[in-house]
């Protein structure tokens, strides 16, 4: 079974970065696709970014394409969300999450969730 622990975030002001990092422990890690999802309250959980098991293959929704970059790094189990130019519409709980399948953008897809780090961007 995936365990997974999310770290990172924190309070922030608009227009700040934010290195977000999730923590696997077993090793079919590396079979699984990984992703990020955000949750604002009173909202429904909202598919951020993907990255394939290899690391090749990466999918972002569109409001994040160009400020958020998703990484994985297999050999310490640890994937990261690097978030750029935030805004207080960013404000969310950002959870990891891990897959065999393939929709990415679909959170009943996932199998494994982190507990979830909340980010709050201030304006």
Request: glycine fraction near 8%; include cysteine; charged fraction near 20%.
């Amino acid at each position: 079974q995936v365990q997974l622990v999310e770290s990172g975030g924190g309070l922030v002001q608009a227009g700040d970065s934010l290195r977000l990092s999730c923590a696997a422990s077993t090793r079919p890690f590396s079979r699984h696709s990984m992703a990020w999802f955000r949750q604002a309250p009173g909202k429904e959980r909202e598919f951020v970014a993907a990255v394939s098991w290899t690391g090749g293959i990466t999918n972002y929704a569109d409001s994040m394409k160009g400020r958020f970059t998703i990484s994985r790094d297999n050999a310490k189990k640890m994937v990261y969300l690097e978030t750029s130019s935030l805004k207080p519409e960013d404000t969310a709980v950002y959870y990891c999450a891990a897959t065999s399948r393939s929709d990415w953008t679909n959170p009943q897809s996932y199998n494994y969730w982190g507990q979830g780090t909340p980010v709050t961007v201030s304006s």
